[in-house]
């Protein structure tokens, strides 16, 4: 026995239970509007059963819309949370000339209407209320607007959250009227705000799991690294462990290093985690003035002391009670002033130039060297009272060419810094320029490293950053290749190979792509790559 009930048609029957809505359909030979909105709905729930992302609801829904009741445009847009704006999530039956975005712009005021009164709304005639607003004539011309078109938007409603709009545009079917429309939108507009909060929530929650693993990652990958320093290799986290030491203390620190590698990044570190981070951090370079000089800088001196002496004048020790004295290039002082600093680190005093009054100061020293102190203490120009006092927790610095790892990292932060700089979007750098970068000796270090980067962001102009772009002397793997130059031909075949991986790294080793972008035909593509013996493998 079939439970039914009579539609609209009174010679179409809709079963319950039983025959299929197509045997239906073709028992009765009418096209009855309530069996192929069941059947449309039925359709719509099977897909859910599939899948609940978006995409693989809202696209097959619009598209049956469009090919059953006549619908020329659709939309499905989602509403921003956080921003409260709507965005384009699906839009069919737009002419190629016209994007999504100056179609929206037509309809975007009904759908605010729509989440602002959480209820459907009728354009009857969306051709005569477009050319009565501001809406540029261009965009109305390009959407080809017919009279009696009509625009129907739906509540995307999940519980009472409005989460997107659902909006369709036909023409006007007397037979049917809006009011059909709109019953059968109000349905499928539920459907697919269940498939929209799914997929809303499984966003958030990826989000938040990639924002956790992140941060992980960063904190793993960080360590105890200071903030203005970069570098994963193991000799730079002992170094960042040596400053974690160190730095609660009041101990004299001696930072080791070639020059360039950034000892005064690790003074002002152990200054900056230590209690007296709050306190001046004062900066002297041992070496940047004569002899006859240093003493004044550094202890300060009276009026009238020596020609030129016109006031009275504070020292480095003086403007750093209470906080550090970082000594660069210690090694570069003369005797009579490693005397005199001597003092002030067994005494904490010192005297002014032209003053017998001796002074006191509270001040934490850090000192720097490039320079071998042992051999100097051999030879008599350095003291080795002086040495053992500042040698109390000595920090080694590794250079450049001891940890590779850390190049690209120091790189990319470097193009950052001066894309910014000069305002062009950071370029990436090219296979053959990394290349290039790692095989090279850095005897200069970091310090020559950040020059070669600000000049070839400058060059590259936004671009990638290729191999041409980087300093002549990065050509020279060691000092004995010094001699030894390359042949124009073998320029010639390194660039051709570096502009052959960029395009095959850009087109995802599509060699068609490649070819045209390089204005060359796939066979010679091929041969070229064959030539180089490029793996196509890596850049896919």
């Given amino acids: 026995m079939i439970d039914s009930k009579q539609c609209q048609n009174k010679d179409c029957t809709i079963a319950r239970e039983g025959p299929s809505l197509e045997m239906l359909n073709r028992s009765t030979g009418i096209n009855c509007r309530s069996v192929q909105e069941l059947g449309l709905l039925f359709a719509v729930s099977r897909s859910l059963e599939n899948s609940f992302d978006l995409t693989d609801v809202a696209r097959p829904v619009l598209r049956r819309l469009q090919d059953w009741m006549g619908l020329e445009r659709g939309t499905v847009a989602i509403l921003n949370r956080d921003t409260g704006g709507l965005l384009v999530s699906e839009a069919i039956g737009l002419p190629r000339d016209l994007a999504a975005n100056e179609y929206f712009k037509l309809i975007e ?37 017919r009279p009696q078109t ?10 009472d959250e ?28 539920s459907i697919i705000a269940q498939a929209t909060k799914v997929r809303q929530e499984a966003a958030e929650q990826i989000q938040s799991l990639r924002e956790e693993n992140d941060r992980l990652h960063q904190k793993i990958g960080s360590g105890n690294r200071p903030q203005d320093m970069i570098g994963s290799a193991s000799s730079m986290r002992a170094v960042y462990l040596q400053i974690d030491q160190v730095a609660p203390s009041l101990t004299t620190t001696l930072i080791r290093g070639e020059s360039g590698t950034g000892k005064e990044l690790v003074a002002k570190a152990v200054h900056e985690r230590s209690k007296r981070a709050s306190k001046p951090f004062v900066k002297f370079n041992c070496a940047a003035l004569p002899d006859s000089i240093i003493e004044s800088e550094l202890f300060g001196h009276e009026k009238g002391a020596f ?27 003369s005797i009579a002033t490693q005397v005199k600093l001597l003092r002030v680190l067994q005494e904490k005093e010192f005297e002014r130039v032209g003053s017998q009054e001796p002074r006191r100061a509270d001040v934490r020293v850090i000192a720097a060297t490039s320079r071998d102190l042992e051999t100097m203490m051999a030879e008599g120009t350095f003291r080795e009272d ?24 120091l ?26 970068l790692a095989s090279y000796h850095w005897p200069g270090n970091v ?3 950040e020059n070669c980067m600000e000049r070839a962001v400058i060059i590259a102009k936004g671009e990638s950053i290729k191999a041409h772009h980087l300093p002549p002397t990065l050509q020279k793997k060691s000092p004995r290749e010094g001699a030894v130059s390359d042949t124009l031909e073998d320029a ?16 995802g080793s599509n060699m068609a792509e490649a070819a045209r972008r390089l204005g060359m035909t796939e066979r010679k593509m091929g041969l070229r790559v064959k030539k180089y013996g490029i793996d196509r493998e890596r850049y896919k």
Avoid at 150 to 159: M, S
Avoid at 494 to 503: F, G, N, P, T
């Fill in 307 to 333: 020609t030129g002496a016109l006031a009275t004048r504070k020292g480095r020790f003086e403007m750093a009670h209470g906080g550090t004295i970082f000594l660069d290039e210690i090694g570069d002082i």
């Fill in 386 to 409: 002086l040495y053992y006092r500042l040698n109390v927790f000595p920090i080694y610095v590794p250079p450049l060419r001891e940890r590779k790892c850390d190049i690209l990292l």
């Fill in 162 to 189: 409005i989460i997107g709009t659902l909006s369709i545009e036909r023409r006007r079917n007397p037979q049917t009227g809006w009011e059909a429309d709109l019953r059968l939108l109000s349905m499928l507009a």
């Fill in 150 to 159: 009509g625009l129907i938007c739906i509540p995307l409603k999940f519980a």
């Fill in 492 to 507: 010639l075949e390194s660039l051709e190979r570096e502009m052959l991986v960029d395009a095959l790294k850009e087109t």
């Fill in 109 to 145: 005021p009904h759908l605010e209407h729509v989440v602002r009164k959480k209820d459907a709304i009728i354009v009857h005639d969306l051709d005569r209320w477009s050319r009565e607003s501001d809406i540029p004539s261009e965009t109305i011309e390009k959407l080809q607007l």
């Fill in 447 to 449: 310090r020559e490293l």
């Fill in 411 to 436: 790189c990319d932060f470097f193009v950052e810094k001066y894309a910014d700089r000069i305002g062009v979007k950071a370029p990436r750098i090219s296979s053959a320029a990394i290349d290039l």
